[in-house]
């Protein structure tokens, strides 16, 4: 079983320190979402500006299923738009306004519950 890596002093729950021989880190929830099917999927495209520079990104949010799938669905997008962009919290960062480019290619894949919001 793969252990989860923690990358802060609360993920370990106020514990900084151990003498303890047999100490073992707390078991991080290892269950991941099972990905639900792309016509089932409630996905959200909305522009987003702040905190960027006054820099425009495109968010895709509220994508249920694994990491791993998000991240694959991410990088097809940021292929589609020809862009940089990123995956992180749970939502898909693409550079720049593409907003209308990310929904047709969604809904061509499968994706027919998703809409721009915002």
Do not use: H
């Not at 979402?33 to 959200?44: D, S, V």
């Amino acid at each position: 079983m793969a252990s989860k890596k923690i990358n802060s002093l609360n993920g370990l729950g106020g514990l900084v320190y151990s003498t303890d021989p047999n100490f073992k880190l707390p078991e991080a929830d290892n269950e991941e979402q099972e990905t639900i099917l792309p016509a089932q999927q409630k996905l959200r495209i909305r522009l987003d500006t702040k905190q960027r520079a006054g820099k425009a990104v495109t968010l895709i949010q509220d994508f249920i299923g694994a990491n791993k799938d998000l991240e694959d669905l991410g990088k097809k997008l940021k292929s589609f738009c020809g862009t940089g962009g990123s995956v992180k919290d749970g939502e898909i960062i693409v550079q720049g306004d593409n907003r209308d480019k990310i929904l047709q290619w969604l809904l061509k894949n499968g994706y027919t519950n998703a809409k721009k919001s915002g």
